[in-house]
Structures are given as C-alpha cells and as structure tokens.
C-alpha cells in the first residue's frame, strides 16, 4: 500500500463503501468521546489523512498492552486504524528477526524524521542501572529509547509501565525502572495508562493524530482526557448504592449479591480516572466492577505500592484537593517531575496515612 | 443484550401506556425535544451517542421503549450491519452501528429528517451512474447516453 495513500483512499481500496467510512467515522468519535456533531468534521479530515509511521518499542512488559490491542473487541474498527498507521517496527507482530528488523528501525526513523510516531510499553531501567537488566539486539533499552525519540514528532507510553513505571518500579525496584517521561523531555509525550490500558484508548489516540494531525488534550498526568477525564466512581453504575451508603462488606455477602458498592472491599474507583466504566472489556461485555471485584486503580501512579488491593479507600489528612491539583500542575509544567512528584506525595502520604469511616467521609463531601 | 426488534412493537405510540421515566432519562429526553424542535424550526440536525454515556442496558432499553417504533426500518451491510429505525417520534432515528461481530460500536439517536448514513452522497452517485451506462454499453444498448 502506497505511504502516499490517504486513509479514505486506503478504505476504498479495501473495499469499503461510503456508508462504512461513514460507519467507522461515527466509531471514530465514539471511541474518543467526542460528540456525534462532529462526525462531518472527522469524515472530512479523515478523507485526506495520511497514515503516520509509527515504530512500537517493547521493554520492560508483558506484551499485556499489545495483547490488549490486538485482542480488543471491534476487529474491524481497531483493524482499520491500525491499518491506517505504518506500523514499520514491533517486536511481537512485526515478521523480521534479527538485524533485519532493527535495520527496519533505522530505515523508518531516516525516511520520516520528524514525522514519526514512537509508542513505548513497558519501562526502561534508567541511564544509572545495570543496562543488562533488559536489552535488545544488545543495547539497553534506555539507549535504544534515545536513540528512536530523537527525530519522532510524539511518543506514546502505553500502559502503566511506561507511562510511571508500573509493575517493575514497585518496590524496591530491583531494575532502577523508570517511566518514559522521566527520560524523554523534548518530545510531546501521551501516557495511555492502565494494566492494561483500554485498546480504545490507544486506537482512539491514534485516530485523533490521524484526525487532527496533532495529539489530544491531556490531563495533568499526561493522559487523554477523553478517556481519564472523569474517575471510576464517577462514572461507575453503581455509585447510587454509594450515595445512599449501601456497601458491600465481604464478597459473599448479600451486599455482594444485591449489586452494592465496593467501596468498603478495596475499590479504588474514587481515585481512578480510566474509561472502564464507559468503554468497558470485551467487546463492552463487563468491567471490573460489574464482575463484582473492586477496581485497583491500575492506571494510577504507583498502584502496586498505594497499600493493597482490599484495604478501603482513606483520605490522608494532610491532603487536599489543592495540594493534589497542585502537584498535577507542577507535573503538567515540569514534565518528567510529575511521575517524581506523585511518587513523593505517595509515599510521604503513606507515612501518614490515617483510614476514615465511610460516614467521616460522606460528612465530608 | 436485547435486540433492538424486541425492544417495543413497531407502531408503539401509546403514550398513555408508557412506564414512568427513570431519572436520568430525563434530561436526555429533553436534549431530544430541544433538538426536535431545532430541527423543525431550521432544519438543524443533532446526534446522541447513547453508547458513550454512562446508561446501562436496563436504562437504554426503556429509553427505546419510550420513544416507541415508527414506521420505517433499514439495514445496511458496510463493515458490519447498522440497523436504522425510526421511533415513534417522527424525526428522532435510532441507528445501531455494529461490526462483523455483530458487537456494538456507537448506538445514535439521530434528529434529522432521514439519518446521514442512510444518505447517498454525490461521489456515490456519479460511480452509480458510471456503473448503469457501463451496464446499458455492454448489454447493447442502441443509444448509449452521450
């Protein structure tokens, strides 16, 4: 398929009438949460979009994020907008091996120098770990990282490992891993957080670049506020039960049964900002929380040290919305100290973490 | 999830019938009337996105079984089917996309006189009428068009 190709001429190619265009711009909006107003809009910059090349660097991770993808729902739709990229480097899906496949990385970030798109999962043992923790065709993958990001128009970290550090910073993180925004500041950076993220939200991201030539608004984590704009809790089908104080206590109980809220069991819904509640898994079959177990806040940073998935929800005493929109902004402005200045917060919060009462809570709000 | 065929019978205008409104219905069905009522003084069109929102099937299924069936029905086979009917409402259309699966990809209310996809473009016409003279010219036909 020729580069030069726009995607409604790539569509056509393919067979696809003007009615599915039609059909893949309303999933297009959709899948980024944006109104349906705005379809003509999408059909129009989609007809003379052209597809970006886009080079998948895999580190630390368990391919979870590209099984997330590849295995999302909407084959079709998903299909379609990863056919719209030029995905010229992806150690899972891509059929080279060896030098042949690292010669494709280097000849994609010579052809399109400026223009392309790297995406990240997994994290990096920073620049002052042993590199030999994870490596690829022998270099460590902090020199690879870059390496690739230095002429790349944007990157996009992928999961919760490359977005804060995920699983292999927990503690005492053994590998000195570290997120991609902690190393990467000159680049624009997307964090598409989550164990795994949500596949719409990395195609819905895509899609947006292939829309708009540019990449979403983001919150102060770095994430695309169409899909972590809002948290679990606001959006979760069961926050009536949380508002008339109708908690489930144990998983077996008759709260449990009835539906109620899982506030009580762990549920970190309150804190979360992700789109299961809306998008939902397989194919919108469930969530997390209609399946009965409380969300861990997997797209939260250092969720594998925020105290354990069963302990409720407290709020530190010393915390206040300020200091947390406070520590956003600073994150939004200083770029790599966001991570930094999360981790910090969480940990100095720990020490002082205090549970409350549902009711001390409730009186609060 | 419930077809949308099972959801009221076609011609379900009954109004008197219909159950009372859950709560977060209502400030949707009020989008609705607003947009209704743009539509007949300007000819403005508006879209609804029922699957972006935070309703579970329960609350879509009532709101279809409120707005009722009208008389005109569609499907269209591109990436998928997408099933098109109007409601009882004259000029409020829901249209279903699905993929191959059959899996829901965007569920619109849609207030126009007839919804977009259901349209054909101008692109779409002109490769028609290409289409129909190559047919008249390879069955024979004795005065082609010019």
Redesign the interface.
């Known amino acids: 398929m020729a580069a030069s190709q726009t995607l409604a001429e790539q569509l056509r190619a393919q067979g ?5 265009f ?3 711009c ?2 297009t ?2 899948l980024m ?1 944006l ?3 705005l ?2 809009r999408i059909a129009e910059a989609l007809e003379a979009a052209r597809r970006p090349s886009v080079i998948w660097l895999s580190f630390q991770e368990c391919t979870g994020c590209t099984e997330s993808l590849t295995r999302s ?5 998903e299909g379609l907008i990863f056919e719209a990229i030029s995905l010229d480097y992806h150690h899972t899906l891509q059929a080279a091996s060896g030098e042949a496949a690292e010669a494709a990385r280097l000849q994609a970030m010579r052809d399109n120098a400026g223009a392309y798109l790297v995406v990240v999962d997994g994290s990096i043992p920073g620049p002052e770990a042993n590199p030999g923790y994870s490596t690829v065709a022998g270099h460590s993958n902090h020199a690879i990282l870059m390496e690739t990001v230095e002429h790349a128009a944007a990157v996009i970290a992928v999961g919760t490992c490359a977005a804060f550090g995920g699983l292999p910073r927990a503690a005492p993180n053994p590998t000195g891993a570290r997120a991609v925004m902690e190393l990467v500041h000159d680049k624009p950076i997307v964090n598409i957080s989550g164990c795994p993220p949500i596949p719409m939200a990395i195609t819905g991201v895509l899609a947006h670049y292939l829309t708009f030539g540019r990449l979403p608004e983001l919150d102060a984590y770095r994430r695309p506020l169409a899909f972590f704009g809002e948290s679990i809790h606001d ?1 979760c ?1 069961r926050r009536p039960f949380y508002d008339r104080g109708l908690f489930a206590e144990s998983f077996d109980d008759e709260g449990a049964r009835q539906g109620w809220c899982l506030y009580r069991l762990g549920c970190k819904g309150p804190t979360t900002y992700n789109a299961c ?2 998008q939902r898994w397989n ?2 079959t469930s969530w997390p929380i209609e399946a009965g177990h409380p969300c861990l806040g997997c797209s939260e940073p250092a969720f594998w040290d925020a105290g354990g998935f069963y302990r409720a929800v407290s709020v530190p005493p010393r915390v206040n919305a300020a200091a947390l929109l406070g520590a956003g902004a600073a994150g939004a402005a200083l770029g790599a100290g966001t991570a930094l200045a999360a981790r910090h917060l969480t940990r100095d919060e720990q020490q002082h973490r205090e549970p409350v009462t549902v009711e001390e809570l409730e009186k609060k709000l | 999830m419930p077809t949308l065929e099972s959801i009221a019978p076609a011609g379900d205008t009954d109004t008197d019938a219909l159950p009372p409104l859950p709560g977060p219905l209502v400030p949707l069905l009020h989008e609705v009337r607003h947009a209704l009522a743009r539509l007949v003084a300007d000819g403005g069109e508006h879209r609804i996105d029922l699957h972006a929102l935070p309703l579970d099937a329960t609350l879509i299924d009532q709101l279809l079984a409120f707005i009722g069936r009208g008389e005109v029905e569609a499907r269209i086979e591109a990436m998928g089917p997408t099933r098109v009917h109007e409601s009882a409402i004259a000029g409020v259309w829901v249209v279903d996309y699905r993929d191959a699966d059959d899996q829901r990809l965007a569920l619109h209310l849609e207030i126009a006189t007839v919804p977009q996809i259901l349209r054909t473009d101008r692109a779409t016409l002109s490769a028609g009428l290409q289409r129909l003279d190559a047919g008249l010219a390879g069955a024979g036909d004795p005065s082609p068009p010019s």
Do not use: E, N
């Open positions: 696809v009438s003007r009615r599915g039609l059909k893949f309303a999933a909006a959709s949460a109104p349906p107003s379809i003509p729902h909407a084959p079709t739709l959006r089908y509640a809306t194919g919108g």
